[in-house]
C-alpha cells in the first residue's frame, strides 16, 4: 500500500511474550490508527493518535500500548501477549478530508 | 444496538448483475459516509467518499445515502469477478473523528 507500511506481516508468539508492531507512514498525515480485524467483530479500534506524542484509547485498548516519537512511526505493543489477541492488525492513516489509508495488515498468531 | 449495521452476507451474483449493498447506521449526527473494499488478507481500499444525502457516482459503482432513513447503499452495476470482496461502510460526524465502521458484506461474483 503507498505510503503505509506494516511490520512484521505476519508473526507467531508465545503467550506471556511482549509483542511490538511497526506502522510506517510517508504521507505526513496527521491521524494514525491502529485495528484488529477479527471474524463477527470487524474492524474494532485500539488506539490513534493525532501527533507526536498524542494518543488516546480505542474501545478495545486492554492489553495494548501504543508510542509514537515522530511522525511517520505507530507502534503498537502487546504487552503481555494472550491468545484472545490472536488477530490481524491494520495501521490506518488519514488527514481528515478523504477517509483512511490502510496498510496491508499484520496476521498475529499467540500460541 | 451497533452505530453501523450491514448484512455480512455472503452474497453471490452471477457475472454482470447489478448488485446492491445497504447499511443503517443510528446516530443522525453522522455526514459523511464511505464505502471500503477489502480483498481477502489485504487492508480495506477506499472506494467511494460521499456527504450528506444523495448519490455519488465513479464508473460502476454509485454510492447512495439516504439520511432522512439512515441508509447507505452502494450500488454496482455489470459485477465483474474481480469485484469479489468484503465491502465495509462506514461513516463520521467531522471529517477529524474517528470512523465508525460497519462489519462488512461479502461478495461473490460467480463467472
Known amino acids: 500500500d503507498a505510503g503505509i507500511t506494516q511490520s512484521p506481516r505476519h508473526k507467531v508468539t508465545e503467550t506471556g511474550t511482549p509483542v511490538t508492531l511497526r506502522c510506517h507512514q510517508t504521507?505526513?498525515?496527521?491521524?494514525m490508527y491502529w485495528y484488529r480485524q477479527d471474524p463477527g467483530h470487524g474492524l474494532r479500534l485500539i488506539h490513534y493518535?493525532?501527533?507526536?506524542?498524542?494518543?488516546d484509547k480505542g474501545e478495545v485498548s486492554d492489553g495494548y500500548s501504543v508510542s509514537r516519537s515522530k511522525t511517520e512511526d505507530f507502534l503498537l505493543t502487546l504487552e503481555s501477549a494472550t491468545s484472545s489477541q490472536t488477530s490481524v492488525y491494520f495501521c490506518?492513516?488519514?488527514?481528515?478530508?478523504?477517509?483512511?489509508?490502510f496498510g496491508s495488515g499484520t496476521r498475529l498468531t499467540v500460541v | 444496538q451497533k452505530e453501523v449495521e450491514q448484512d455480512p452476507g455472503p452474497l453471490s451474483v452471477p457475472e454482470g448483475a447489478i448488485v446492491s449493498l445497504n447499511c443503517t447506521y443510528s446516530?443522525?449526527?453522522?455526514?459523511?459516509f464511505m464505502w471500503y473494499r477489502q480483498y481477502s488478507r489485504k487492508g480495506p481500499e477506499l472506494l467511494m467518499y460521499?456527504?450528506?444525502?444523495g448519490n455519488k457516482e465513479d464508473g460502476r459503482f454509485t454510492a447512495q445515502v439516504d439520511k432522512s432513513s439512515k441508509y447507505i447503499s452502494l450500488f454496482i452495476r455489470d459485477s465483474q469477478p474481480s469485484d469479489s470482496a468484503t465491502y465495509l461502510c462506514?461513516?463520521?460526524?467531522?471529517?477529524?473523528?474517528?470512523?465508525?465502521f460497519g462489519p462488512g458484506t461479502s461478495l461473490s461474483v460467480i463467472p
Open positions: 460521499t456527504y450528506s444525502s
Open positions: 446516530n443522525s449526527a453522522f455526514q459523511y
Open positions: 504521507e505526513n498525515h496527521r491521524y
Open positions: 462506514a461513516t463520521v460526524k467531522t471529517s477529524y473523528d474517528k470512523v465508525i
Open positions: 490506518a492513516i488519514s488527514e481528515g478530508q478523504e477517509g483512511y489509508t
Open positions: 493518535s493525532y501527533g507526536v506524542k498524542d494518543t
